[in-house]
């Protein structure tokens, strides 16, 4: 069976700190892909990242950054000089095979000026 | 690009009444899905569709939910009769494919009373 793993439920920073989010998954399936998703207040989840299980390299997007390790099984997500506008839930998700996104409960952040 | 469309945007109904969503794809996205997001939890797929054909719908509770996309663009999500435990976000999401990375709309927040 496949599953996502995000243990914090809710962080607290302030601006400008980095912040990283953890994610965990389980997967019996050799191809699989990884994504990272905000939901802002307003609802709407915004894709951020697409990850397939055959490549390991960090990504990093201006603030953002990705580091996949698969021998640990988790694919972490790094705010870096985080900002009130980065205030939203994450999800971590995976797919296998099937197509099927897989998501986790969510990690709450929240960024105080 | 115009993103995925939902509407309504809220709704309230009473339970054993029946309602009705309407989502439109991202244009030339050939997969369509539903999601349901109850308050706290990751979003939950309920039925995928692949143009106007089902691919799964292993988690649509089938004996009061439907869904249809008619001519493969467009689809209706059905509930009737509705629980109290049917509360929640219903999300629609398009993909160019299988595997794919999938485009959320705002969603529905649906409330039985």
């Known amino acids: 069976a496949q599953k996502v793993t995000q243990a914090q439920t809710e962080i607290s920073v302030v601006e400008k700190e980095d912040v990283t989010l953890d994610c965990v998954y389980e997967t019996r399936d050799t191809t699989y892909y990884l994504f990272w998703y905000k939901q802002p207040p307003s609802g709407e989840l915004v894709f951020l990242i697409r990850r397939n299980s055959f490549d390991e390299q960090n990504e990093i997007s201006g603030r953002y950054s990705w580091n996949f390790q698969k021998s640990t099984s988790s694919f972490n997500f790094t705010i870096t000089a985080s900002q009130v506008v980065d205030s939203a839930v994450y999800f971590c998700a995976l797919s296998g095979y099937t197509d099927k996104l897989i998501f986790g409960t969510g990690t709450r952040l929240q960024v105080f000026p | 690009e115009a993103g995925v469309a939902q509407s309504p945007r809220y709704k309230i109904i009473e339970k054993r009444q029946s309602v009705a969503f309407w989502c439109n794809p991202i244009s030339g996205h050939a997969t369509l899905y539903w999601y349901q997001q109850i308050l706290g939890q990751g979003p939950k797929l309920l039925i995928q569709?692949?143009?106007?054909?089902?691919?799964?719908d292993s988690q649509l509770p089938k004996d009061r939910f439907s869904a249809e996309r008619l001519k493969g663009v467009d689809s209706t999500l059905k509930i009737q009769p509705a629980k109290l435990e049917d509360s929640a976000v219903y999300l629609c999401?398009?993909?160019?494919?299988?595997?794919?990375?999938?485009?959320f709309g705002p969603g529905t927040r649906l409330t039985v009373t």
């Open positions: 999401a398009s993909s160019l494919g299988p595997l794919r990375e999938q485009y």
């Open positions: 569709f692949q143009n106007n054909g089902v691919v799964d």
